[in-house]
């Protein structure tokens, strides 16, 4: 966790002024999804090639919410990639900045000049999807503090940092660190699925 703060915090200023994306502090810098670190220290250029304007997902995938759209032939700065829904062949989803948080966008329909897996490097995050039917809160403390947001159910968690042990919810007394979108906090474990148990995904806050 401290080695990927670390290396979060150290490309807020690339990322910054290449993007237009200000913080106030290291601290908000280190917690917001905006904030990527180029994997391996680098990054690509792209040009969005859909006529009809290249949809920006949530997720690697045309199933997430959609957070807008790039008109054909917009520059953008891709960090990773990531496997999702396939197009027309292509299963990769290149990964970028969108406003205050990543986007997602089909690499099908991205011009880079080459394979993206030979230009970026996979997605690192532990990621995850919201389960809660009520939408998945998001606390301050471990199940307690004030909400600092809410995700949708079946929303995709592009960010799970940390675990940290709190009220025990159907049985499951972990609570994840997330990012999503400008809101930062723990979410229950119970409602977030990950995969695999969170103590092999993540270290303990």
Known sequence: MIGRIRRLAAVVAVAATLLGIGTTSA??????????????GYS????????????VRSGPGAGFPSLGS????????IYFYENGSNVSGDSYW????????????????????????????NWEFTTGVAKDPSGLNIYASPGTGPVQGSIPNNAFVPQVNCYATGPSVGGDSYWD????????????????????????????C
């Open 177 to 204: 660190y997330v990012d999503y979108g400008s809101a930062s906090g723990y979410v229950s474990d119970y409602w977030l699925y990950t995969g695999t148990n969170i103590t092999t995904q993540v270290t303990h």
């Open 94 to 121: 290149d990964v970028i900045i969108y406003g205050n948080q990543y986007g997602f966008i089909s690499d099908y329909w991205t011009y880079t000049g080459g394979n993206i897996t030979g230009q970026v490097s």
């Open 70 to 77: 790039l008109p054909y032939n917009t520059e953008v700065t």
């Open 44 to 55: 690509v250029q792209g040009w969005a090639r859909a006529s009809s304007g290249l949809s």
């Open 27 to 40: 601290q908000a810098a280190t917690t917001r999804t905006a904030v990527a670190h180029p994997a391996v």
